[in-house]
């Protein structure tokens, strides 16, 4: 079984930055997409980005475009979200989640397309 724990999270300032990891560990794919979402309170679920394993391939919600960035290293089993320039609207609890197969541009924005879920970390941006 694959296990997703996701760290970092913390409270931080209007303006500053946070970078997440997500690390996976149990049973392995040659092949998957991992996929940062985020869940305000109140609010629905949001795609925030998405890496894939092997190859290019990286994409953003429009939200969070130009501010945050995805990057893997493959050998740790890790996927990293660097957030910068952070808002107070980018408060919520952010999730990674895995997709055992290359998911297509049309279905990495949806969670239902993503098989295992971490645990989540909580991100508060307040001065």
């Known amino acids: 079984q694959l296990r997703l724990v996701e760290s970092g999270g913390s409270l931080v300032q209007p303006g500053g930055a946070l970078r997440l990891s997500c690390s996976a560990s149990g049973r392995t794919f040659s092949t998957y997409t991992v996929g940062w979402f985020r869940q305000a309170p109140g609010k629905e679920r949001e795609f925030v980005a998405s890496?894939?394993?092997?190859?290019?391939?990286?994409y953003y919600g429009d939200s969070v475009k130009g501010r945050f960035t995805i990057s893997r290293d493959n050998p740790k089993n890790t996927v990293y979200l660097q957030m910068n320039d952070l808002r107070p609207e980018d408060t919520a609890v952010y999730y990674c989640?895995?997709?055992?197969?290359?998911?297509?541009?049309?279905?990495?924005?949806?969670?239902?397309?993503?098989?295992?879920w971490g645990q989540g970390t909580r991100v508060t941006v307040s001065s």
């Open positions: 989640a895995l997709a055992e197969t290359r998911l297509i541009l049309s279905r990495v924005w949806s969670g239902e397309n993503y098989e295992y």
């Open positions: 890496i894939y394993r092997i190859g290019g391939g990286t």
